[in-house]
């Protein structure tokens, strides 16, 4: 069964830095791209990165370039956000999500963790 | 930056038919995925590559890409449709996923 659990959310002052990390299980965890998703309360999905099963390319929403470094470790079935420059407008729910094995969509997608930026 | 813009709420009585379209400037010549979101929960996959549902999802659930619009179709509404819907796409000349707006679909 495909597991993505993500971890690292929490409450975090604004300029301040913080890192998530998703365990993944269940599957090839270095055969696939992977993706952050976040969703601020109320509103709807925003695409914050993402990596290649091999960490060739990276790729960022406009918003998150320069302040997010995405990453992933493939022998520990993990991928990372790092982000910094945090502000209130980063608050949501964190979601790492799989990359459809054919095609650019995400099949699977974890329960998500919170980060909260406030003073 | 690609836009695409969807209705904010739809409004279908069971049994009824649904549709929740995608805007973007000629969409289709992208593949658009569609997810649904129940409060609380993680998205679900319920259409990829314009019109292709993953295993499980019932095939209530259709969609069609042509044009500057994308059409997620919902058949024989059920209470527990009630969700909200995003499409998607991976815009190639800018190397950057879009999510649509988001359209709530209120099951009557």
């Known amino acids: 069964e495909v597991q993505l659990v993500e971890s690292g959310g929490g409450l975090v002052k604004p300029g301040g830095s913080l890192r998530l990390s998703c365990a993944a299980s269940g599957f090839s965890f270095s055969s696939y791209a992977m993706n952050w998703v976040r969703q601020a309360p109320g509103k709807g999905l925003e695409w914050v990165s993402s990596?290649?099963?091999?960490?060739?390319?990276?790729y960022y929403a406009d918003s998150m370039k320069g302040r997010f470094t995405i990453s992933r470790d493939n022998a520990k079935n993990s991928l990372y956000l790092h982000m910094s420059s945090l502000s209130a407008e980063d608050t949501a729910v964190y979601y790492c999500a799989r990359d459809c094995t054919n095609s650019v969509c995400y099949d699977y997608w974890g329960q998500g963790t919170l980060v909260t930026v406030s003073s | 930056s690609y836009v695409l813009t969807q209705p904010p709420s739809v409004s279908v009585a069971p049994g009824q038919t649904t549709g929740i379209t995608c805007g973007g400037d000629?969409?289709?010549?992208?593949?658009v995925h569609w997810y649904q979101q129940k409060p609380g929960q993680a998205p679900v996959l319920v259409v990829y590559?314009?019109?292709d549902r993953p295993s499980g999802i019932p095939e209530r659930f259709s969609a069609s890409n042509s044009g500057n619009t994308a059409t997620l179709t919902i058949s024989r509404v059920e209470v527990g449709d009630e969700a909200d819907y995003y499409c998607q796409v991976w815009d190639r000349s800018s190397y950057q996923y879009v999510f649509g707006t988001g359209t709530k679909v209120t099951v009557l």
């Open positions: 990596i290649t099963s091999s960490s060739t390319y990276r």
């Open positions: 000629n969409i289709g010549t992208k593949s």
């Open positions: 590559d314009d019109s």
